[in-house]
Every structure is written in C-alpha cells, then in structure tokens.
T-cell receptor
Framework: DSGVTQTPKHLITATGQRVTLRCSPRSGDLSVYWYQQSLDQGLQFLIQYYNGEERAKGNILERFSAQQFPDLHSELNLSSLELGDSALYFC????????????FGSGTRLTVV | QKEVEQDPGPLSVPEGAIVSLNCTYSNSAFQYFMWYRQYSRKGPELLMYTYSSGNKEDGRFTAQVDKSSKYISLFIRDSQPSDSATYLCAMKRGNSGGSNYKLTFGKGTLLTVNP
C-alpha cells in the first residue's frame, strides 16, 4: 500500500455520462497530480494541485476538471465521456511542490461503453 | 518527435541475466531523471532518481544519465523473476514554476525474467 488511496478501482459507464474519481494523498503530502495512462499514449500529465491551488496543467481536455479540497483530497471530474476516455487514471502525491519522485496510487480503471 | 522515446519491448531474459533498459529524449531542459517500476494492475513505483549526468547505484540497480547524448539507462544485475514488470523512464525540467513540476514519461518497457 503506497498510502495514496484512489476510489473507485473500476468504473464502467456509458458515453455522454459524467464520473468523479477521488484521491486521498499520502499523509503529510500537500501536492496532488493526476495522470492518464492509455496503451497508445502512455502516462500523460493532466493537472497538479498544491495545498488547494491549481499549479500546473497538462493535456487536460476541457471536458475534464479537478479540484483539491481543504482536507487535501482531490477529485477529477470527467464529463461528456467518449469511448477514447477509457484509460487508467492515476493520482500521485508528494510533500514538496516540485518533488522529483511522486508516490502513485493504484489507479482507477475507467471503461466507457 | 516525442520528447521521450523508450523501446516498448517486450524483453524476456533468464534469471540471473543483466538487463539494460534505455530511453532517449529530445528536450535538453530536462534535469531530473527517474525510473519507475509498474507491476500489472498497480501504480508506478519510484525506483531510481538522478539529477543531471552521472551514475547512481542502489543494490542491483544502476541508473546512468548521459546528458550530452540525451540518453539514460537502467541496469539490473542478477535479475530475478520478481523484477518482471513494466519499467518507465521519466524526466522533469526543474524544481520551480508551473510546467516544471510535471513528469514526462516514456511509454515503458515490459520485462519478463524467466526462472
């Protein structure tokens, strides 16, 4: 157990729907990162939060949004889902904002049908 | 051209072999270099982390960075069946400011070590 908790582990939903993925960072970690992993693209950075504030954005679609709450847990919201959104979504956390090494959770496997 | 290129393999070796995994990159701004190991149905786990050029050793693992050639390597000595996993290289530009915080990953190399 890495200490980073992601729920749910698996999610199957239909096209056009909206889902929320949840992440609880390791105790003491202030920074949360979201990544998407697919077979063709590999691990792609989506967005980063530090102590409740958005700090960096990657290749995140406009249909996707995220936030980090005062208790430091984070949620990734995916809406108007398409078949191509099917992927593994990982959350990672670190103590420092620019830490080179993150701790990853076990991921949420999203399947859009 | 992708920023980070990694041969996806698969790579299959006998137990006890020396394994060499490699990545090349195009962005000379990368300063921090990492290797992650990912077991099936698990999240990536940090194995090695180096700053700038040089070698770093940790047990059976050695990471090498050659910034002049934009080439990084991970060597695994005396490989074990438990080393069977996907190995991902990752790189980062700096330690301050926006996009410097993100890691850019290779696609990963699938390694199988046969008993």
């Amino acid at each position: 157990d890495s200490g980073v908790t992601q729920t749910p582990k698996h999610l199957i939903t239909a096209t056009g729907q909206r889902v929320t993925l949840r992440c609880s960072p390791r105790s003491g970690d202030l920074s949360v990162y979201w990544y998407q992993q697919s077979l063709d693209q590999g691990l792609q950075f989506l967005i980063q939060y530090y102590n409740g504030e958005e700090r960096a954005k990657g290749n995140i679609l406009e249909r996707f949004s995220a936030q980090q709450f005062p208790d430091l847990h984070s949620e990734l919201n995916l809406s108007s889902l398409e078949l191509g959104d099917s992927a593994l979504y990982f959350c990672a956390s670190s103590v420092l904002e620019g830490a080179a090494g993150y701790t990853f959770g076990s991921g949420t496997r999203l399947t859009v049908v | 051209q992708k920023e980070v290129e990694q041969d996806p393999g698969p790579l299959s070796v006998p137990e006890g072999a020396i394994v060499s995994l490699n990545c090349t990159y195009s962005n000379s701004a990368f300063q921090y270099f990492m290797w992650y190991r990912q077991y099936s149905r698990k999240g990536p786990e940090l194995l090695m982390y180096t700053y700038s050029s040089g070698n770093k050793e940790d047990g059976r693992f050695t990471a090498q960075v050659d910034k002049s050639s934009k080439y990084i390597s991970l060597f695994i000595r005396d490989s074990q069946p438990s080393d069977s996993a996907t190995y991902l290289c990752a790189m980062k530009r700096g330690n301050s400011g926006g996009s410097n915080y993100k890691l850019t990953f290779g696609k990963g190399t699938l390694l199988t070590v046969n008993p």
